[in-house]
Each structure stands twice: as structure tokens, then as C-alpha cells.
């Protein structure tokens, strides 16, 4: 939290909590359950907790959409008590590569969609 709080320019962890949230929750929605599965394993444990926490899985599969939308995506989440910044995603993406074994990580990712890579990409 407190290398997302940084890259994001959030004053607390708090904050920044509702962001990666709301950061990893928008890119699962976009997924197969196999594939957020694969995500979920080279992720931290407590950020695969965050990441699978409050799971439909009978939800649908949205598509990937532009970054904006997906952005806006998540600033939606707990919106009274969100100040994600525009630039969430990518602060979140260099915080989590930051905290995880960028090798696993880069080799799940390509097994992924490029739109899926993109979202990661830093």
C-alpha cells in the first residue's frame, strides 16, 4: 500500500487501499476465471486476498476498454470515499511490480490478451 500510496500520489494508505481495490477488481471483470486464477498466483498474498475478495464468478466477462473507461471503473468503486487519481492503473502497476517476482509475473501476462498486457504495461 504504501508503494501505491507513493506512485499515486495518495496522502495515506487508506486512500490508496479503495484504489488498488478498485484497480485489481477492474481487470479480474475482464478476465476468464482460469486466467484470473493464473493472475491471482504470482500476485503477494495479501494482494491475492484483494484481488479474489467479493468475487462473482458467475458474473459476466466485461471487455477491455479504453483506459479511461476503466478508470473511471474504478474511481466507482466506494465512490464517496475514492480519490483515485487518473493515473491509477499505472501507479498501481508500478507498485505492484514493485512487490512481486516480475518474471512469473511477466510470463502469466503473456499468456494473456494483449489488451490484458497493456493494462500492466508500465
Do not use: C
Not at 83 to 109: G, T
Amino acid at each position: 500500500m504504501v508503494d501505491a500510496r507513493d506512485a499515486s500520489g495518495l496522502s495515506t494508505t487508506n486512500m490508496a487501499y479503495n484504489m488498488v481495490v478498485g484497480v485489481l477488481h477492474t481487470f479480474r471483470k475482464r478476465l476468464e476465471i482460469r486466467e484470473a486464477l493464473m493472475f491471482a498466483n504470482v500476485l503477494p498474498p495479501p494482494i491475492r486476498a484483494l484481488f479474489v475478495a467479493d468475487w462473482d464468478p458467475d458474473e459476466p466477462k466485461l471487455p477491455f476498454v479504453d483506459r479511461a473507461d476503466m478508470t473511471r471503473e474504478v474511481k466507482s468503486l466506494r465512490e464517496a470515499h475514492n480519490w483515485s487519481p487518473d493515473s491509477s492503473i499505472h501507479a498501481v502497476a508500478i507498485a505492484l511490480r514493485r512487490n512481486l517476482n516480475e518474471e512469473d509475473f511477466d510470463r502469466v501476462l503473456s499468456t494473456l490478451s494483449p489488451a490484458a498486457q497493456s493494462y500492466w504495461r508500465i
